[in-house]
């Protein structure tokens, strides 16, 4: 779309939802995986914009809301061990699992901290050489190559009193099972922006040849996630199938090398259970045998039980795409942003989140 570029912003807003009018599609449905996609897209209102013959419907891409209730509980095992800092990003404190959330256990006199980054958590593990700091790790390839880095300078710097529960999870198994699955009905992807940024638009590229949807990358900008949708209902359009990039000051073919080769070095893939999606192999991220030192589920005996789910909670429908927030009983009403039941409702990327704040 080089024509865009002759004009300034806000025409090519006017220019792209002109477009987007003209090509008289027959009804898509087009899916944003990334969280940050589905907050921009309801805080500026970009649904409004788009033809009635064109939706968008969120995915999986909020990395706390497909942390299975499972995962949860073993966090929530390993703050109320003895003489243990468990630490981790704080959007995850008040997700339920099936023996309350981390942030119940924090009332309950488990010392839990909210850190900004591993490099955090590994200080609180420099700084407390008396107590076993436990890392609960959650997100995609954006935020695991960050704990691979804090685990190879525990190792350098022989601090051993830290360890992570790793709940890691990478994006192309899921997106695959998606496009796979006939009940999603989906006409194109718009992929992660953040996520390409580390796995690169190459990583898209079986997909697209396997199944034949429509790949685009795009940026967070509502200009960029517009221009993203105007390409997908281009390639529809002209029948085609194809991995493009609309972010290409972040997004190169190849992503960043140097990070995937330090995720691959600490990390090899497994199974993961995603809430919604159900389990999914290769699709998480476990320590590979050389650094299971540091693996707090084997330095303490924390397995994994069996995932329950929240009564009456449609957060693993929504996180699918079969339905839409909305469409829960608990939506609005027994389930808000101050007293969540759901997962979806509790991250500040959640499609429930983000329906409820902004309509």
Request: glycine residues 10%.
């Amino acid at each position: 779309m080089e024509w865009l570029h002759a004009y300034r912003d806000a025409e090519r807003v006017g220019r792209l939802v002109d477009f987007l009018a003209t090509l008289e599609l027959p009804p898509v449905r087009f899916m944003e995986v990334c969280g940050t996609h589905t907050v921009a897209i309801s805080r500026h209102g970009l649904r409004s914009l788009l033809p009635e013959t064109i939706a968008l419907t969120s995915g999986p891409g909020c990395p706390v809301c497909v942390t299975a209730g499972a995962e949860i509980d073993r966090f929530v095992k390993a703050a109320e061990l003895d003489g243990v800092i468990l630490a981790t990003f704080g959007d995850l404190l008040r997700v339920p699992g099936s023996r309350g959330s981390l942030q119940e256990a924090r009332s309950g006199g488990a010392d839990v901290r909210p850190v900004y980054s591993t490099l955090d958590a590994l200080a609180l593990a420099r700084d407390n050489p008396g107590r076993q700091v436990v890392f609960a790790g959650v997100g995609f390839e954006t935020t695991a190559p960050t704990v691979a880095a804090a685990l190879a300078m525990a190792h350098r710097q022989q601090i051993g009193n830290f360890s992570v529960l790793s709940a890691h999870k990478i994006m192309p198994p899921a997106l695959e099972l998606l496009a796979s699955d006939p009940e999603i009905s989906i006409d194109g992807l718009l992929c992660p922006g953040h996520v390409s940024v580390l796995i690169g638009a190459a990583a898209y590229r079986p997909l697209v040849e396997k199944y034949r949807i429509p790949c685009v990358i795009a940026g967070f900008e509502p200009l960029d996630i517009l221009e993203g949708v105007a390409m997908l209902a281009l390639q529809v359009k002209e029948n085609r199938a194809e991995v493009e990039i609309a972010y290409r000051r972040a997004v190169s073919e190849e992503g960043n090398r140097r990070a995937m080769e330090l995720l691959a070095e600490v990390f090899a893939p497994c199974g993961a259970e995603w809430r919604g999606l159900g389990s999914i192999e290769g699709s998480g991220l476990e320590l590979r045998g050389e650094w299971a030192a540091y693996d707090a589920g084997l330095r303490f005996g924390l397995g994994l039980g069996k995932s329950v789910e929240p009564a009456g909670c449609l957060c693993g429908a929504v996180l699918r795409s079969v339905r839409q927030p909305t469409d829960c009983r608990l939506f609005g009403a027994a389930c808000t942003p101050a007293r969540p039941v759901g997962p979806c409702m509790v991250s500040s990327e959640g499609a429930c989140a983000a329906r409820y704040l902004y309509g």
